[in-house]
C-alpha cells in the first residue's frame, strides 16, 4: 500500500547538508567557517520561529564535526560517521526534546554520561529542542554542565522563545536568530520539489501555501502534503484554500469590498457565509488583518519578491488604491481588537459582527474633527464679521461715510500667503528686546515679503478729518444694515480682550521659559486634596504667553476653560499658583483654537508695524460667562474655606488636604 511507504515531505525533503537548507544563509555561512577553522563553540543557543530549520541545521552540524574528511565546512554525507549519524544508528548525536523530558532527572543523566567519551565519533552533541520547557532545577543542572563543557561535547539549544531562557545560559551559548523564512525562499523550496515529484499544481497555489506556512518550511512541506492527498490529480487554490479553512482571495475581496461601500449587511452575510462554509471566527479575522496589512505594504512599498503572485492583478491594485493609509490603519485597529476579543470569548462569532459594524460605519473620530474645524471655521466669520464694527465704531468721526460700506466688507485681518506659523525657529533666536513674546513673531526683515492684504487703515488718533461732521447714528445705521451683529458682550466679563492684549503686548520671553520649565510644580507643589485636583487641570493645559503676573494657557476642550475662568476656581487657583511659583499669577483660559485666532491677528498686526495692539473682542460659541457662576457645591464649600481662610491669615495659607 502507498500510504505505508509514504514519507513525509518535509522528512523526504529534509536537508542534509549546509547548501540545501532555505533561507540562513547569515547562520550557514558563520557556521562554515566556524567548521573550516575548527573555531566550533561548546554552547549553541538556536532561536526563531518554529519550522526554520534550527534542528535541521543543528543535526548537520553534527554530521560536519564528526566527518571523517574533518575539517570540513560540509557534511560529506558518505563517509561512516555522516551516514551513521543521519540514520541514527550512532547515538553519541542526541537529539532530546525538552517538551517530554523536561525533568531536572533526564538533565541529571545528561550531566552524567557527559562525562564519558563518545562511542564511535570525535564530538557527543547534544540536541536539546524546545528548551525553553525546561524546568528550572533542570535548567539549574544544565548550566553546571555548561559551565565546564567536557572538550568533547557540544551543546545545541533550540528553542522557539529565547525571552524564556536564564541569561545565565544565554551567556553560555554562541546564539544564532533563525528568520523566517520568505515566502519568495519557500515558493522556490517548493517549485524544487515540486518538479521532482510530478506533483500537478498551480504556481497560485504553491504561492497561497508559502503564504500559510507564515515563514516555516516545514508548515509548507506538511501543507503541500495535505493538498496533494487531498487533490492528487491537480492542486488548485481552492484546494489550498480548503485545506487551511482560509478564505479565498475573492471572498476576502467581497468582504473588503462590502466593507468600504459601508454595507454592513452585506459584509456579515458574507461572514456568515463563510462561516456556514466552516471557516472559523478568529481565522476569518486574521485573514482580513493579513490582507489589509497586504494592502497596506502594497501601497507603500509596491510589489516586491516576498508579495504573493495571488496579489499580482489589477482587482488587487485597484483595490489598494481607494483605501487611504489612515483608513487601514482604523481598520486594522478594530481587527485587532476583535482578535484579541475572540481569543478569549465563547461568541467569537459575535465580536467579528462588532468588527464588521463599526469598520461600515462612520468613522466617529473623523466626524468629531469635521465638526470641530466647522465650528473653528465658523466663529473665525463671526470674528472677522465682528471687528470690523469695532474698529468703525472707534474710528467713524474720522472716517467718510461714503467709504464705510465697502471697508465693512472686508475682514479686519487676512492672513497674508506666508504662514508665520512655519517660522517659529528663526524667532527663537532671535534676541529682540522689543519683541513681544509671542512665539509665531517671524524676522523683522520676513515682514517686507509679505504681501499687504485688504485691511481698514487705523488713522492716527487725533488726526483731524474734513468730514467731522458725521454723526455716530448715521454710520452705525448704515453698518448695521452691511452685518449682522453679533452678541459678545456677554463674554467680556470673563473672557476679556484686554487682559489677552496686556499680556500679549508685555509679553516676556525669559518668565514664559521660566514658567514652562517649571510648569511641572503646580501639582508637585500641591499635591493633595481639591488643589490637587485643579492644580492637575491647569497642568494639563499649555502656557503660551507670560507677562510677569498675567498669564495665558490654553486648553484643548473649551470646557476645561469655562470651569477654570469661574470666580470660585480662580480663588483656588490662586493658592495654586502661589503654592507652585511662589507669586500671584493671574490667568486666562483660552480654547487652543481661540488663541491661535487672536495669535494670528496680534502677529500680523505686529507686523504691521503697530505696537500697543488693539484686539478684536474674543468670540466663540464655546465660551460663557462664567463671572457669576461658582463650582460645583464641594469646591464650592472647599473654596469657601479657602476664601476665609485667606481673609484671615491672607497669603500665609498653604490649602493642604488630608
Ligand atoms: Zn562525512
Known sequence: MKTMSYKALYRTYRPVDFTEVAGQKHITTTLKNALKNNKVAHAYLFSGPRGTGKTTIAKILAKAVNCVNSPVDNPCNKCVNCLGIQDGSINDVIEIDAASNNGVDEIREIRDKVRYLPGYVKYKVYIIDEVHMLSTGAFNALLKTLEEPPAHVIFILCTTEPQKIPLTIHSRCQRFDFKAITPAEITAKLHEIIETEHIQIEDEAVDQIALYAEGGLR??????????????????????????????????MDIV???????????????????????????????????????????NVGFNDSTPKLYQNENFSTLAKTISNRRIFFYLDILNKAANDIKWSNNPRLYLELALIKMTDEEPESDAKIWKNFSDLESRIQKMEQAPVVEKIVEKVVEKPKEVKAQVEKPVFVEPKKSVQEEPNILDNI??????????????TLFEEVNEPAIIQTPIKGQKSPNLDVSFDSVSAKISKTITPIKTTSLTNTYNIEFVEEVLNNGNRDDKNYLINHWYQLVRSNPTGVNEQYASLFQSGELKASSFDKVIVVFDNPATCNRLMKPSVKLIMKSVIKNAFDREIEYMALPTDVFQTISDEFAYLWRQGKRDIKLSPIVSTDLRDVSQESEDSTAKTESKIVTDALNIFGDLVRVKKQ
Open 219 to 252: 508548515d509548507a512541506l506538511g501543507l503541500l502534503d495535505q493538498a496533494y492527498s487531498y487533490s492528487p490529480n491537480f492542486i488548485k487554490v481552492d484546494d489550498v484554500n480548503q485545506i487551511c479553512g482560509a478564505l479565498s482571495l475573492k471572498s476576502q
Open 431 to 444: 534676541e529682540d528686546e522689543t519683541k513681544p513674546d509671542v512665539s509665531f513673531e517671524p524676522e523683522p
Open 257 to 299: 469590498g462590502a466593507i468600504l461601500k459601508m454595507n454592513a449587511s452585506e459584509a456579515i452575510s458574507l461572514m456568515d457565509e463563510l462561516m456556514v462554509a466552516g471557516k472559523e471566527a478568529q481565522k476569518i479575522c486574521q485573514n482580513l488583518i493579513q490582507f489589509f496589512r497586504d494592502i497596506l505594504v502594497y501601497k
